[in-house]
């Protein structure tokens, strides 16, 4: 029989997970391609049910979407697995919905994937095949390659992570994405985490277990446009480096030594030219540019700074990540009986 629970942004209270595989997918105005791919996950679903006899549960947690997203999500059948529909109060951003799906999700191993449709829903028994044969606790995708985008975008995402990187204990490859897998003993180390601000690639990297690197081509956006624009993806960048490095206050730590290194080169000049040569310098110039170049690296080093202090003051405040307003749970076996139930909880 479905189950009723509430929640509100905790992990507390939480039964332990049963074996299997929980399908977490994130919406956000994703109503024309929904019902194709409910559709593709289920036949996935059943395929895993019929030959390796691995019971899954897909999990779609609608972030505040603004179309008829969560009414269809509402009615997406149950016939191969059950299905979970976590609706969030608002929208609380994709890393928020990845945390109310990996805390909802009631089957030991869980799988993200994203609800556009380019995460292609026939690699699943991919993974999951490294997973169950080889042991493998996290098998993340990466792109094949990145052809199709542009240089400034490329060369972007090669900075993203070289600094992200820059003496991190546990790298993260270049291209992997969140379309991942893990185990049921990596999905329970991912829970420990306290951390409310999180960075979902990072912290699958961060915490070890044997890893795995699956190269995929991403399919075509058949509907709609992306919400990932510039500015999205360079709030985002920021969001992770903050969130998961210290790299931009070495960074700005390394800029404020470079800077007193070519003062102190500078004023030798000035030094040499004035009592050895007897030249005048232009005071006036220099003076200007010194200030300028000082003040932009001093405001820079204050809003690398501001970003960490905001992230300690949340962390702090412990506020819960997310708010439900409504949750709602289909059994595969009460599905086939010709009915369905749905429990819906006001957030706390």
């Not at 997970?17 to 994130?26: V, Y």
């Amino acid at each position: 029989m479905p189950s009723r629970r509430q929640g509100a942004g905790g992990a507390g209270g939480r039964p332990p997970a049963e074996a299997g595989l929980s399908i977490i997918i994130p919406l956000f105005n994703e109503a024309a391609g929904l019902e194709a791919l409910h559709r593709a996950v289920s036949e996935v679903a059943g395929r895993l049910a019929g030959a390796r006899r691995l019971r899954t549960e897909i999990v779609y947690v609608d972030d505040g979407s603004r179309d008829t997203t969560l009414a269809i999500a509402r009615q997406l059948p149950a016939s191969a697995c059950d299905v979970q529909v976590v609706a969030l109060s608002r929208n609380f951003g994709k890393e928020a919905a990845l945390l109310a799906g990996l805390e909802h999700a009631r089957l030991g191993a869980v799988l993200f994937m994203d609800g556009d449709g380019q995460h292609p829903p026939a690699l699943i028994e991919t993974l999951v095949g490294h997973w169950l044969d080889e042991d493998y606790d996290v098998v993340f995708t990466a792109k094949s390659h990145r052809e199709n985008e542009s240089a400034l975008r490329r060369l972007g995402v090669r900075a993203f992570y070289a600094l992200l990187n820059w003496g991190a204990r546990q790298k993260i490859p270049e291209d992997a994405g969140d379309f991942r897998l893990l185990s049921p003993r990596a999905s329970a180390a991912l829970r420990q985490l306290p951390e409310r601000n999180r960075f979902f690639k990072g912290l699958a990297s961060w915490i070890g277990f044997r890893q795995m690197r699956v190269n995929y081509e991403p399919s075509a956006r058949s509907h709609g446009r992306t919400t990932f624009g510039l500015g999205s993806l360079v709030g985002l960048s920021i969001e992770g480096l903050t969130s998961f490095s210290v790299a931009p206050l070495r960074l700005a730590s390394l800029l404020g030594i470079a800077l007193a290194a070519s003062a102190l080169v500078f004023g030798a000049v000035i030094v040499v030219q004035t009592f050895i040569y007897e030249e005048t310098v232009p005071g006036y110039p220099s003076i200007v540019v010194g200030l300028m170049v000082l003040g932009g690296v001093q405001l820079i080093m204050i809003g690398i700074m501001g970003e960490y202090i905001g992230k300690i003051l949340s962390e702090l405040k412990q506020r819960p990540v997310y708010f439900i307003a409504e949750h709602d749970l289909k059994t595969a076996e009460h599905a086939k009986d010709g009915g369905g139930a749905s429990a819906q909880a006001a957030a706390e």
